[in-house]
């Protein structure tokens, strides 16, 4: 019995030594590891409040940012949000710092510099210049609200771009760009992810056609394309989206009939189409709707022999009907 357990211990105490160290470089190893990891994660959040420091350096108006210094956490700065987002580090996940009077060029920001970035909301500043390629940079991007500023040009063809590209912005719930002076044609893939809820790009110069991934953004509650320069068939702009329940296209130079379809946006509450070139009768679908309340479809070609019809409309609004 003796040699027995003499010869089991013999047997099993090289795996022991083998077990403890092993156990020993694990910890070793991870005691070493977990400086530099520290160390490149506090190089980030360094990184990021650096390139905000850069572009606030070219502010006209600084004295709103006096506590974005290199002497404190950006996590500490007016406007900013840090979270974890998955490392041990902070990382900055929001910047907003709407109506403060900021009056400078956006495309001098380093958009790269902010990999986790959520939300970015300049609105109710003075910013002008034009929207750089670069933001596409932001693919976690779920907020951009830059309206009502000063931008003009063109927005860049890297918007929406495909899920597998490096630099996208199919994660966009709000995309704002209300009132500002954008100019040119719209890229077809703009509103390409679905997870869209709100599109805003009223007030400015936009000309050509409705991109037409708006009739795949299933999830929009509303948008604004009004008082632009749009052409098309408004029968073929739009698709079924369940949830909207605002729509205004007033003022621009689309032409058509109302389509059916719209009847299927069962939400809806208010339609605003005046302004336009649209013809044909107003389809009983869109009259009937529950939940419409606001229904302008004056200065157009509209015409509504039905009697029944007319009267519905008439309740729903108390405005010019047809041209």
Same mark, same amino acid.
């Given at each position: 019995?003796?040699? *027995?357990?003499?010869?089991?211990?013999?047997?099993?105490?090289?795996?022991?030594?083998?077990?403890?160290?092993?156990?020993?470089?694990?910890?070793?190893?991870?005691?070493?590891?977990? @400086?530099?990891?520290?160390?490149?994660?506090?190089?980030?959040?360094?990184?990021?409040?650096?390139?905000?420091?850069? +572009?606030?350096?070219?502010?006209?108006?600084?004295?709103?940012?006096?506590? +974005?210094?290199?002497?404190?956490?950006?996590?500490?700065?007016?406007?900013?949000?840090?979270?974890?987002?998955? !490392?041990?580090? @902070?990382?900055?996940?929001?910047?907003?710092?709407?109506?403060?009077?900021?009056? =400078?060029?956006?495309?001098?920001?380093?958009?790269?510099?902010?990999?986790?970035?959520?939300?970015?909301?300049? &609105?109710?500043? !003075?910013? !002008?210049?034009?929207?750089?390629?670069?933001?596409?940079?932001?693919?976690?991007?779920?907020?951009?609200?830059?309206?009502?500023?000063?931008?003009?040009?063109?927005?860049?063809?890297?918007?929406?771009?495909?899920?597998?590209?490096?630099?996208?912005?199919?994660? *966009?719930?709000?995309?704002? #760009?209300?009132?500002?002076?954008?100019?040119?044609?719209? @890229?077809?893939?703009?509103?390409?992810?679905?997870?869209?809820?709100? *599109?805003? #790009?009223?007030?400015?110069?936009?000309?050509?056609?409705?991109?037409?991934?708006?009739?795949?953004?299933?999830?929009?509650? =509303?948008? =604004?394309?009004?008082?632009?320069?749009?052409?098309?068939?408004?029968?073929?702009?739009?698709?079924?989206? @369940? !949830?909207?329940?605002?729509?205004?296209?007033?003022?621009?130079? *689309? &032409?058509?009939?109302?389509?059916?379809?719209?009847?299927?946006?069962?939400?809806?509450?208010?339609?605003?189409?005046?302004?336009? =070139?649209?013809?044909?009768?107003?389809?009983?679908?869109?009259?009937?709707?529950?939940?419409?309340?606001?229904?302008?479809?004056?200065?157009?070609? #509209?015409?509504?022999?039905?009697?029944?019809?007319?009267?519905?409309?008439?309740?729903?609004?108390?405005?010019?009907?047809?041209?």
């Amino acid at each position: 019995m003796k040699s *027995l357990l003499s010869s089991k211990f013999t047997a099993t105490f090289p795996t022991l030594m083998m077990v403890m160290v092993l156990s020993l470089l694990v910890l070793l190893f991870s005691n070493l590891c977990l @400086p530099v990891f520290s160390m490149a994660t506090a190089s980030n959040i360094e990184s990021q409040g650096k390139a905000l420091l850069q +572009w606030k350096a070219t502010l006209e108006t600084q004295e709103l940012l006096n506590t +974005w210094t290199s002497k404190t956490s950006p996590c500490n700065w007016t406007g900013i949000t840090c979270r974890n987002d998955g !490392h041990l580090m @902070p990382t900055i996940t929001r910047v907003q710092l709407e109506q403060l009077g900021l009056e =400078r060029k956006l495309e001098i920001l380093n958009f790269s510099a902010l990999p986790s970035l959520r939300v970015l909301n300049l &609105s109710n500043n !003075h910013i !002008h210049g034009y929207i750089p390629a670069s933001i596409s940079a932001l693919s976690k991007l779920a907020i951009l609200d830059l309206s009502n500023n000063k931008l003009t040009s063109v927005i860049p063809s890297e918007f929406g771009m495909l899920p597998n590209e490096m630099a996208n912005l199919t994660n *966009l719930i709000i995309l704002d #760009l209300f009132n500002n002076n954008l100019s040119s044609n719209l @890229p077809p893939n703009l509103v390409k992810g679905s997870l869209l809820q709100y *599109l805003g #790009l009223g007030y400015n110069n936009f000309q050509g056609l409705i991109p037409i991934s708006l009739k795949n953004s299933t999830n929009l509650s =509303r948008f =604004r394309l009004d008082r632009n320069l749009f052409i098309g068939d408004v029968s073929q702009s739009f698709g079924v989206h @369940p !949830h909207l329940d605002y729509i205004d296209v007033s003022f621009k130079k *689309l &032409s058509g009939t109302l389509s059916p379809t719209w009847g299927a946006c069962l939400n809806l509450t208010s339609l605003k189409i005046s302004g336009n =070139r649209i013809n044909g009768k107003i389809p009983w679908e869109i009259v009937q709707l529950s939940k419409l309340q606001l229904l302008d479809i004056s200065s157009n070609n #509209l015409n509504g022999k039905d009697p029944k019809r007319v009267r519905k409309i008439i309740s729903l609004i108390s405005l010019e009907h047809g041209k």
